[in-house]
């Protein structure tokens, strides 16, 4: 399984920003996708999920009602929608696949398959 994260780049305060992540190889009947960023000297950090199957998504606090997290099945690829954006979403954004049960989705240790990331800068 291979995951190709683009879309991100420099945009200025209250901007938008539309990321993408196409997902190729193999497939798992059911799993969900999910979108974790990382500041320099920081963690990892959760942003948003999404079940394949179904499409129920979960935010973190930090980014509900700015950011919209959805899938296009046919075209394998899921997305992130940024929207009002402020400089503290600089970060690396990454996309992440997870196909075992049991596992936390707010972590990134509940993730097997992650992609390069793509750079998302805020101006002020």
């Known amino acids: 399984v291979q995951l190709q994260a683009s879309g991100g780049g420099l945009v200025r305060a209250r901007g938008s920003l539309r990321l993408s992540c196409a997902v190729s190889?193999?497939?798992?009947?059911?799993?969900?996708m999910g979108w974790f960023r990382q500041a320099p000297g920081q963690k990892r950090d959760f942003v948003a999920v999404?079940?394949?199957?179904?499409?129920?998504?979960y935010y973190a606090d930090s980014v509900r009602g700015r950011f919209t997290i959805s899938r296009d099945t046919a075209k394998k690829t899921m997305y992130l929608q940024l929207n009002s954006l402020e400089p503290e979403d600089t970060a690396v954004y990454y996309c992440?696949?997870?196909?075992?049960?049991?596992?936390?989705?707010?972590?990134?240790?509940?993730?097997?398959?992650w992609g390069q990331g793509t750079e998302v800068t805020v101006s002020s």
């Open positions: 190889g193999g497939a798992a009947s059911s799993y969900s």
């Open positions: 992440a696949l997870r196909v075992r049960s049991g596992t936390s989705y707010l972590s990134p240790l509940g993730y097997d398959y």
């Open positions: 999404i079940s394949w199957s179904d499409g129920m998504t």
